[in-house]
């Protein structure tokens, strides 16, 4: 079974701090994505990353920026975190043109 | 930009009935997914329906996709409590490269199944 693992399932910060999302997924897979869900709003593409190294826009970048660095693992970075970040974030990831499996979520809280 | 609407939003219905959830959305795509997520829990992928006139059945749900009218339906037969969870429905944007599944979700469907 695909893994997907979330570093933190709560997370409380404050305003103005920097705050790492990391997720980790054990089955090879190019693509990784990072979401937000906010009720409903559903889910919502911060960031995604095709391979190592390489990053897209999704519809909600701003505020937030990613990192890989290694296949298994992709960050999210809120480099100043705000309260309108408060929020619950998913990492997803997959083969190209193949289901994504999504970890358990991160709640963030941001203070 | 693609736009995914589900509906309804909020489902309370009793145990044994049935009834359906409708994704409508606004361009065209050749493969939709449909999600469960129970509280506090991750997302779990329930179908994925890759043309026209698919249609997938597990258990109670059943999944089908008409492309030519941008719908997707999540049908529940005689429904039990287990059911009880939030469903999402996710369209395939297929604009990316590398076919890398670039995916837009609707706001999802809170489901509460009574006794």
């Known amino acids: 079974d695909v893994k997907v693992t979330q570093s933190s399932r709560y997370l409380v910060k404050r305003t103005g701090e920097k705050v790492f999302l990391e997720c980790v997924q054990d089955m090879d897979h190019e693509n990784m994505f990072w979401y937000r869900q906010d009720p409903g709003l559903g889910l919502r593409l911060i960031y995604f990353?095709?391979?190592?190294?390489?990053?897209e826009k999704g519809d909600i970048p701003e505020g937030y920026s990613v990192s890989r660095e290694k296949k298994e693992r992709f960050s999210l970075i809120l480099e100043s975190a705000s309260t309108n970040q408060t929020s619950m974030y998913l990492c997803a990831s997959s083969f190209n043109g193949r289901t994504q499996h999504f970890g358990d979520g991160t709640r963030l809280s941001i203070l | 930009e693609l736009k995914v609407e589900q509906n309804p939003l909020f489902l309370s219905m009793q145990e044994g009935k049935n009834y359906t959830i409708y994704c409508n959305y606004s361009?065209?795509?050749?493969?939709l997914y449909w999600y469960r997520q129970d509280p506090g829990k991750s997302l779990e992928s329930l179908f994925v329906?890759?043309?026209?006139?698919a249609v997938k059945q597990e258990g109670r749900l059943m999944a089908s996709l008409d492309t030519k009218a941008r719908l997707s339906t999540l049908h529940i037969t005689a429904a039990v409590h287990d059911l009880s969870a939030t469903y999402f429905c996710a369209v395939d944007t297929g604009f990316l490269q590398y076919n890398n599944n670039d995916m837009r979700f609707g706001a999802g469907t809170r489901l509460t199944v009574k006794p």
């Open positions: 329906l890759l043309s026209n006139g």
């Open positions: 361009t065209t795509s050749d493969r």
């Open positions: 990353s095709y391979d190592v190294k390489m990053k």
